[in-house]
Nanobody
Framework: EVQLQASGGGLVQPGGSLRLSCQVS????????IGWFRQAPGKEREVSSC????????YYTNSVKGRFTISRDNAKNTVYLQMNSLKPEDTAVYYC???????????????????????WGKGTQVTVSS
């Protein structure tokens, strides 16, 4: 059984930082790209970031570029999202997700936008507020 366990969310003040983690089990983690979605209250879920299976390429949506960094440790089957300079508009539930057929973010993003993710973490709440 494939499982994605996301953690690391919480309440932080504007300008602060958080690091999310998503530990994966049940598949060959280093064979798949993985990424983060987020869903703010009253809004549609959106792609936040992605990292390729090797970790050699990444993707960020414009609103988080320069503030968020996605990384992965294939030895620990874990992906991380370092979030700096957080803003109130970053408040959302963050989900990690895998499309088992994608090694590169280019493919992962296409499938993400077509509701093609195969496996999801349960989500972790990030709240940015003073």
């Amino acid at each position: 059984e494939v499982q994605l366990q996301a953690s690391g969310g919480g309440l932080v003040q504007p300008g602060g930082s958080l690091r999310l983690s998503c530990q994966v089990s049940g598949l060959a983690f280093d064979d798949v790209a993985i990424g983060w979605f987020r869903q703010a209250p009253g809004k549609e879920r959106e792609v936040s970031s992605c990292i390729s299976s090797s970790g050699g390429s990444t993707y960020y949506t414009n609103s988080v570029k320069g503030r968020f960094t996605i990384s992965r440790d294939n030895a620990k089957n874990t992906v991380y999202l370092q979030m700096n300079s957080l803003k109130p508009e970053d408040t959302a539930v963050y989900y990690c997700a895998i499309d088992h057929s994608s090694r590169m973010c280019m493919n992962w993003i296409v499938n993400a936008r077509n509701n093609g993710m195969d496996y999801w973490g349960k989500g972790t709440q990030v709240t940015v507020s003073s």
